[in-house]
Protein backbone atom coordinates (compact mmCIF):
# COMPACT_ATOMS: atom_id res chain seq x y z
CA UNK A 1 0.00 0.00 0.00
CA UNK A 2 2.81 2.24 0.75
CA UNK A 3 4.76 1.81 -2.60
CA UNK A 4 1.57 2.84 -4.17
CA UNK A 5 2.84 6.24 -4.33
CA UNK A 6 4.58 6.01 -7.74
CA UNK A 7 8.33 6.18 -7.53
CA UNK A 8 8.25 8.59 -4.54
CA UNK A 9 9.65 6.35 -2.15
CA UNK A 10 12.47 3.55 -3.06
CA UNK A 11 11.44 0.32 -1.30
CA UNK A 12 13.90 -2.29 -1.00
CA UNK A 13 12.97 -6.09 0.41
CA UNK A 14 15.18 -8.51 1.57
CA UNK A 15 13.58 -11.92 1.25
CA UNK A 16 14.05 -15.91 1.07
CA UNK A 17 12.31 -15.90 -1.54
CA UNK A 18 10.53 -13.63 -2.84
CA UNK A 19 6.94 -14.81 -2.78
CA UNK A 20 5.43 -12.88 -5.08
CA UNK A 21 5.86 -9.53 -7.47
CA UNK A 22 5.64 -6.04 -5.83
CA UNK A 23 5.53 -3.24 -8.13
CA UNK A 24 7.87 -0.46 -8.02
CA UNK A 25 10.24 -2.35 -5.39
CA UNK A 26 13.55 -3.49 -5.88
CA UNK A 27 13.12 -7.24 -4.32
CA UNK A 28 16.78 -8.43 -3.30
CA UNK A 29 17.13 -12.48 -3.27
CA UNK A 30 18.66 -13.98 -0.52
CA UNK A 31 21.78 -16.03 -1.90
CA UNK A 32 22.24 -19.56 -0.10
CA UNK A 33 25.64 -20.72 0.43
CA UNK A 34 27.12 -24.12 -0.97
CA UNK A 35 25.37 -25.86 2.05
CA UNK A 36 21.81 -24.35 1.45
CA UNK A 37 22.43 -22.35 4.49
CA UNK A 38 20.40 -18.25 4.39
CA UNK A 39 22.64 -16.38 7.17
CA UNK A 40 25.56 -15.06 5.18
CA UNK A 41 23.38 -14.79 2.34
CA UNK A 42 20.88 -12.74 4.59
CA UNK A 43 23.44 -10.40 6.19
CA UNK A 44 24.87 -9.40 2.80
CA UNK A 45 21.48 -8.49 1.57
CA UNK A 46 20.41 -6.30 4.24
CA UNK A 47 24.09 -4.61 4.28
CA UNK A 48 23.78 -4.25 0.60
CA UNK A 49 19.88 -2.53 0.95
CA UNK A 50 21.17 -0.18 3.26
CA UNK A 51 23.98 0.92 0.99
CA UNK A 52 21.61 2.23 -1.51
CA UNK A 53 19.96 4.52 0.81
CA UNK A 54 16.38 3.22 0.27
CA UNK A 55 13.74 5.20 2.14
CA UNK A 56 11.66 1.91 3.67
CA UNK A 57 13.70 -1.98 4.11
CA UNK A 58 11.50 -4.65 4.17
CA UNK A 59 13.28 -7.82 5.47
CA UNK A 60 11.37 -10.61 5.10
CA UNK A 61 11.78 -12.65 8.56
CA UNK A 62 14.00 -11.94 11.47
CA UNK A 63 15.31 -15.70 11.96
CA UNK A 64 18.42 -15.24 14.29
CA UNK A 65 21.10 -12.65 15.80
CA UNK A 66 22.71 -11.75 13.00
CA UNK A 67 19.43 -10.76 11.19
CA UNK A 68 17.84 -9.36 14.28
CA UNK A 69 21.21 -7.38 14.55
CA UNK A 70 21.19 -5.95 11.04
CA UNK A 71 17.59 -4.95 11.02
CA UNK A 72 17.98 -2.99 14.54
CA UNK A 73 21.27 -1.19 12.49
CA UNK A 74 18.69 -0.02 9.89
CA UNK A 75 16.37 1.30 11.98
CA UNK A 76 19.41 2.91 13.89
CA UNK A 77 20.57 4.64 10.92
CA UNK A 78 16.93 6.42 10.04
CA UNK A 79 15.37 4.05 8.15
CA UNK A 80 11.97 2.69 8.07
CA UNK A 81 12.06 -0.93 8.21
CA UNK A 82 9.18 -3.61 7.96
CA UNK A 83 9.58 -7.30 8.79
CA UNK A 84 8.24 -10.65 10.03
CA UNK A 85 9.16 -13.02 12.94
CA UNK A 86 7.69 -15.80 14.66
CA UNK A 87 5.68 -15.21 17.46
CA UNK A 88 2.19 -16.75 19.59
CA UNK A 89 1.13 -12.87 20.12
CA UNK A 90 2.04 -9.56 19.58
CA UNK A 91 3.62 -8.34 22.94
CA UNK A 92 4.96 -11.76 22.59
CA UNK A 93 7.28 -10.35 19.92
CA UNK A 94 9.34 -8.62 22.31
CA UNK A 95 10.11 -11.62 23.78
CA UNK A 96 10.73 -13.31 20.51
CA UNK A 97 13.31 -10.88 19.82
CA UNK A 98 14.65 -10.11 22.97
CA UNK A 99 15.80 -14.02 22.54
CA UNK A 100 17.63 -13.24 20.02
CA UNK A 101 20.13 -10.79 21.72
CA UNK A 102 18.06 -7.31 21.36
CA UNK A 103 18.32 -5.68 24.60
CA UNK A 104 14.91 -3.88 26.00
CA UNK A 105 16.90 -0.57 26.15
CA UNK A 106 16.36 -0.66 22.45
CA UNK A 107 13.24 -2.41 22.29
CA UNK A 108 11.96 0.16 24.59
CA UNK A 109 13.42 3.31 22.94
CA UNK A 110 11.30 5.70 21.24
CA UNK A 111 11.54 5.37 17.36
CA UNK A 112 12.18 2.27 17.72
CA UNK A 113 9.06 -0.08 17.62
CA UNK A 114 5.86 2.04 15.62
CA UNK A 115 3.82 -1.12 15.51
CA UNK A 116 3.59 -5.08 16.10
CA UNK A 117 0.62 -7.01 14.73
CA UNK A 118 -0.10 -10.23 15.37
CA UNK A 119 -2.72 -12.71 12.65
CA UNK A 120 -3.84 -15.54 11.86
CA UNK A 121 -6.30 -16.48 8.50
CA UNK A 122 -9.37 -18.54 9.50
CA UNK A 123 -11.56 -19.56 6.58
CA UNK A 124 -14.71 -18.12 5.15
CA UNK A 125 -17.34 -20.06 5.53
CA UNK A 126 -19.70 -20.74 2.30
CA UNK A 127 -23.28 -18.49 2.64
CA UNK A 128 -24.96 -21.15 1.00
CA UNK A 129 -24.14 -24.24 2.40
CA UNK A 130 -22.56 -23.66 6.33
CA UNK A 131 -24.40 -25.37 8.59
CA UNK A 132 -26.09 -22.91 11.37
CA UNK A 133 -26.73 -23.97 14.97
CA UNK A 134 -30.21 -24.80 15.84
CA UNK A 135 -31.48 -25.51 19.53
CA UNK A 136 -27.94 -26.82 20.46
CA UNK A 137 -27.36 -29.05 17.73
CA UNK A 138 -24.03 -29.12 17.06
CA UNK A 139 -22.45 -30.97 13.98
CA UNK A 140 -19.74 -32.95 13.67
CA UNK A 141 -16.59 -30.83 14.99
CA UNK A 142 -14.10 -32.65 12.54
CA UNK A 143 -14.50 -34.06 9.32
CA UNK A 144 -12.91 -37.06 7.89
CA UNK A 145 -11.02 -34.99 5.39
CA UNK A 146 -9.84 -32.76 8.65
CA UNK A 147 -8.81 -35.69 10.32
CA UNK A 148 -6.74 -36.50 7.46
CA UNK A 149 -5.17 -33.24 6.54
CA UNK A 150 -4.56 -32.80 10.39
CA UNK A 151 -2.78 -35.77 10.74
CA UNK A 152 -0.69 -35.53 7.65
CA UNK A 153 -2.08 -38.57 6.11
CA UNK A 154 -2.75 -36.88 2.43
CA UNK A 155 -1.73 -33.06 1.61
CA UNK A 156 -4.51 -30.87 1.18
CA UNK A 157 -3.77 -30.59 -2.78
CA UNK A 158 -3.82 -34.66 -3.18
CA UNK A 159 -6.95 -34.93 -1.19
CA UNK A 160 -8.87 -32.69 -2.92
CA UNK A 161 -7.54 -34.22 -6.21
CA UNK A 162 -8.83 -37.97 -4.90
CA UNK A 163 -12.23 -35.76 -3.89
CA UNK A 164 -13.27 -34.70 -7.22
CA UNK A 165 -12.69 -38.22 -8.21
CA UNK A 166 -15.44 -39.28 -5.46
CA UNK A 167 -18.75 -40.76 -5.84
CA UNK A 168 -21.02 -38.07 -4.08
CA UNK A 169 -22.92 -41.26 -1.97
CA UNK A 170 -19.71 -43.09 -0.72
CA UNK A 171 -17.46 -41.05 1.97
CA UNK A 172 -13.99 -40.18 1.38
CA UNK A 173 -12.03 -43.02 3.62
CA UNK A 174 -14.14 -45.98 2.06
CA UNK A 175 -13.17 -44.11 -1.70
CA UNK A 176 -9.60 -43.85 -0.54
CA UNK A 177 -9.16 -47.68 0.30
CA UNK A 178 -11.29 -48.82 -2.98
CA UNK A 179 -8.29 -46.84 -5.02
CA UNK A 180 -6.11 -48.50 -2.93
CA UNK A 181 -4.54 -45.06 -1.13
CA UNK A 182 -5.72 -46.56 2.19
CA UNK A 183 -4.82 -48.97 4.18
CA UNK A 184 -6.96 -50.65 6.52
CA UNK A 185 -5.01 -49.36 8.96
CA UNK A 186 -5.28 -45.87 7.85
CA UNK A 187 -9.10 -46.56 7.69
CA UNK A 188 -9.27 -48.11 11.19
CA UNK A 189 -7.14 -44.22 12.58
CA UNK A 190 -8.90 -42.06 10.99
CA UNK A 191 -12.51 -43.43 11.85
CA UNK A 192 -11.80 -43.82 15.41
CA UNK A 193 -10.27 -40.18 15.73
CA UNK A 194 -13.62 -38.65 14.10
CA UNK A 195 -15.50 -40.90 16.78
CA UNK A 196 -13.69 -39.70 19.95
CA UNK A 197 -13.06 -36.34 18.08
CA UNK A 198 -16.90 -36.06 17.86
CA UNK A 199 -18.42 -37.45 21.02
CA UNK A 200 -21.25 -36.43 22.46
CA UNK A 201 -19.18 -35.53 25.13
CA UNK A 202 -16.92 -32.98 23.32
CA UNK A 203 -20.05 -31.35 21.75
CA UNK A 204 -21.73 -30.73 24.97
CA UNK A 205 -17.80 -29.49 26.14
CA UNK A 206 -17.98 -27.34 23.51
CA UNK A 207 -21.84 -25.97 23.40
CA UNK A 208 -20.32 -25.16 27.33
CA UNK A 209 -17.84 -22.89 26.03
CA UNK A 210 -20.00 -20.93 23.42
CA UNK A 211 -22.30 -20.88 26.36
CA UNK A 212 -19.95 -19.35 28.99
CA UNK A 213 -18.53 -16.98 26.80
CA UNK A 214 -21.45 -15.33 24.31
CA UNK A 215 -24.52 -16.09 26.98
CA UNK A 216 -27.55 -16.22 25.19
CA UNK A 217 -25.94 -18.09 21.44
CA UNK A 218 -29.35 -18.16 20.46
CA UNK A 219 -29.73 -14.60 19.13
CA UNK A 220 -26.19 -15.58 17.13
CA UNK A 221 -25.81 -16.37 13.36
CA UNK A 222 -23.42 -19.10 14.52
CA UNK A 223 -22.60 -21.43 11.60
CA UNK A 224 -19.81 -24.52 10.67
CA UNK A 225 -18.04 -25.66 7.83
CA UNK A 226 -20.31 -27.41 4.74
CA UNK A 227 -19.04 -30.13 3.05
CA UNK A 228 -19.30 -27.93 -0.29
CA UNK A 229 -22.05 -26.57 -2.88
CA UNK A 230 -22.38 -25.59 -6.48
CA UNK A 231 -21.68 -22.51 -5.48
CA UNK A 232 -18.61 -21.20 -8.05
CA UNK A 233 -17.05 -19.83 -5.19
CA UNK A 234 -17.12 -22.78 -2.67
CA UNK A 235 -14.74 -25.34 -1.72
CA UNK A 236 -15.15 -28.17 0.56
CA UNK A 237 -17.82 -24.85 2.48
CA UNK A 238 -14.92 -22.77 2.28
CA UNK A 239 -14.63 -19.16 -0.02
CA UNK A 240 -12.14 -17.60 1.15
CA UNK A 241 -9.60 -16.56 4.00
CA UNK A 242 -9.98 -13.73 6.32
CA UNK A 243 -7.44 -12.27 8.83
CA UNK A 244 -7.71 -12.31 12.19
CA UNK A 245 -5.21 -9.78 14.16
CA UNK A 246 -3.89 -8.21 17.10
CA UNK A 247 -2.35 -4.81 16.77
CA UNK A 248 -0.15 -2.62 19.48
CA UNK A 249 0.84 0.62 19.22
CA UNK A 250 3.17 1.56 22.02
CA UNK A 251 2.44 4.90 23.57
CA UNK A 252 5.61 6.31 25.82
CA UNK A 253 3.80 4.65 28.75
CA UNK A 254 4.10 0.83 27.19
CA UNK A 255 8.08 1.85 26.02
CA UNK A 256 8.98 2.36 29.71
CA UNK A 257 6.91 -0.54 30.59
CA UNK A 258 8.74 -2.61 27.49
CA UNK A 259 12.02 -1.09 28.91
CA UNK A 260 11.90 -2.23 32.81
CA UNK A 261 10.52 -5.47 31.49
CA UNK A 262 7.68 -5.11 33.50
CA UNK A 263 4.89 -7.65 31.08
CA UNK A 264 2.24 -8.08 32.83
CA UNK A 265 1.23 -4.47 33.79
CA UNK A 266 2.23 -3.72 29.69
CA UNK A 267 -0.20 -6.45 29.11
CA UNK A 268 -3.00 -5.08 31.34
CA UNK A 269 -2.35 -1.54 30.38
CA UNK A 270 -2.55 -2.27 26.59
CA UNK A 271 -5.92 -3.98 27.17
CA UNK A 272 -7.22 -1.75 29.68
CA UNK A 273 -6.25 1.50 29.09
CA UNK A 274 -5.65 1.31 25.03
CA UNK A 275 -8.48 -0.56 24.37
CA UNK A 276 -6.34 -4.00 23.03
CA UNK A 277 -8.04 -6.65 21.52
CA UNK A 278 -6.51 -10.44 21.27
CA UNK A 279 -6.43 -11.74 17.81
CA UNK A 280 -9.06 -14.69 19.17
CA UNK A 281 -11.44 -11.73 19.98
CA UNK A 282 -11.12 -10.46 16.55
CA UNK A 283 -12.51 -14.02 15.58
CA UNK A 284 -15.14 -14.44 18.63
CA UNK A 285 -16.50 -11.16 16.62
CA UNK A 286 -16.80 -13.00 13.04
CA UNK A 287 -17.71 -16.45 14.71
CA UNK A 288 -21.16 -14.08 15.53
CA UNK A 289 -21.95 -12.94 12.63
CA UNK A 290 -21.10 -16.59 10.72
CA UNK A 291 -18.06 -15.31 9.17
CA UNK A 292 -16.06 -18.40 10.60
CA UNK A 293 -16.87 -21.49 12.10
CA UNK A 294 -16.10 -21.81 15.95
CA UNK A 295 -14.50 -24.83 15.21
CA UNK A 296 -11.97 -23.38 13.15
CA UNK A 297 -11.45 -20.57 15.70
CA UNK A 298 -10.44 -23.17 18.50
CA UNK A 299 -8.63 -25.18 16.30
CA UNK A 300 -6.28 -21.74 15.83
CA UNK A 301 -6.38 -20.11 18.58
CA UNK A 302 -7.42 -22.42 21.51
CA UNK A 303 -10.73 -22.87 23.52
CA UNK A 304 -13.25 -20.11 22.81
CA UNK A 305 -12.99 -17.68 26.06
CA UNK A 306 -9.66 -19.40 27.28
CA UNK A 307 -7.36 -16.12 26.83
CA UNK A 308 -9.69 -13.05 27.80
CA UNK A 309 -8.56 -11.36 30.56
Not at 41 to 46: D, P, T, V, Y
Request: glycine share 6%; net charge negative; hydrophobic share 35%.
Amino acid sequence: KINERNGEIKVITVEDPPEYFIPGATQVPVIRDEKGNAEQGFSKAIKAAMRSDPDIIMVGEIRDNQSATLTIQAVQSGHQVFSTIHAQSALGILNRIENLGVTRDILGSPEFIAGLIYQKLLPILCPHCSIKLIEDNVPNAYSLEKIILDNKILSESDLIKFIDKKPKDMNTVRFLQDVRIFTSSHAEFVFEEYRTKNSAEEKEMFLKRLNEYYGDISELDIRFQGTGCSHPKCKQGVIGRTVVAELVRPDLHMLGLITDKKDSELLTYWKKTMGGKYAAEDAYDKIRTGTVSPINVEHELGHIGAKIL
